[in-house]
């Protein structure tokens, strides 16, 4: 009888040992943070000042996912430096998935072009998705008396030097772009960084400054009012929403064709499962017929992604990006 009862306690402790294994094996800790996850607002980084494309598709999408998560998404725009402030911030923020950075091609531009960054654009982050493609729109103050990119090229052919672009700071695409004009049509137009797209927009409305690219939804009200004259866009066809203004290619420079993009990273270490996660709240955001509404008015193509994909994407556009930076000569400066 002693060891019949002995063997069942065995029996019952082993039974109880290998369940509670089980569950250890369950219970990790990115499952663990997974389970109660989200349990408190998360900040999404915007590295851009307010009023700017980012700005308004990171709030557009925080507010879907506010509601889809049951926490606030809070945009929190950390400007500067060629977008290096706020990407550092994610970088060196806690990776709990309770922060989430917007990147652009400037995070796959800088380091070609800076010689040493405050972190490592690859290893310090966890790619989500891939939000929106972006193209861009060159735009012309009325004073300049230029109202195509022909006219624009044979101006500054006359003034070498005399007119002034701005862009949103040394290295963003905004610069890039512009300097591969330059660099393609053999003109020289002189550099006026700004620290995002509003403070630039302002200027250039204001004739301060004489042309610049941008997106098309900042663009479209000034070029619709008659306070800009729409010159080239930068992708490959025409936009639908400037159905009369050429392509660069079609225009002046067929090797030209240039997009900007939006997308979404969280600091490396990030749960796994968070990351999928949070990728696939942003696809569900962009999913929303009201979102891709507003995307359409905004000039801009959602194109989510999953972690993988986006990972695979960013690799191939640093690559290419940093043969831009070195066939136009762009330095830090």
Known sequence: MFFKLTFVALSRRGLLGLLFSALVGVCTPQALAQAGYPNKPIRFIVPYPAGGGTDIVARLLAQKMTQSMGQPVVVENKPGASTLIGTEMLAKSAPDGYTLGLITDSHAINPSFFSKLPYDSVKDFSPVSQLVFVPLVMVAHPSLNVKTLPE???????????????????????????????????????HVPYKGVAPALTDLVAGQVDVMFTGSSSALPYVKAGRLNALAVSSAKRLDSFPDTPSVAEAALPEFDFMTWYGSAVPAGTPKEITQRLSREIGLALSQPDVKERLVSLGVVGAPSSPDEFAAFMRKETAALARLVKLTGVKAE
Do not use: F, Q
């Not at 003034?159 to 300097?179: C, D, Q």
């Open 152 to 190: 624009l090229i044979a101006a500054a052919k006359a003034k070498p030097g005399k007119i002034n672009y701005a862009s949103i700071g040394n290295g963003t695409p905004h610069n890039l772009s512009m300097e591969w004009v330059k660099s393609l049509a053999g003109i020289d137009m002189t």
